[in-house]
């Protein structure tokens, strides 16, 4: 589970390799698996969860300032800054 976050500074694409799970893009949460692609622009809120059946595996694009004081954490289960 990915923290609810955004990035000032960078936009990502993710596309999905193997196994589904749930995204959540701005206002819209949605199920994802294999072969599907997930845009994210500079500001807008998001998250990644995989599934109950087998790991998330997908590859990850970031454009931008890509640094980790990029992050933004809005909900973190693991309580991170």
Not at 53 to 80: F, K, S, T
Request: with cysteine; aromatic share 6%.
């Amino acid at each position: 589970l990915l923290s609810l976050q955004r990035h000032k500074e960078r936009r990502e694409y993710w596309v999905v390799v193997q196994g589904t799970g749930r995204a959540r893009k701005g206002d819209q949460t949605f199920d994802i698996g294999p072969g599907d692609t997930v845009y994210i622009e500079i500001g807008e809120i998001h998250r990644l969860e995989a599934g109950p059946d087998a790991p998330l595996v997908l590859i990850e694009v970031q454009m931008g300032n890509c640094i980790e004081d990029d992050i933004e954490r809005l909900e973190d289960i693991y309580n991170r800054a």
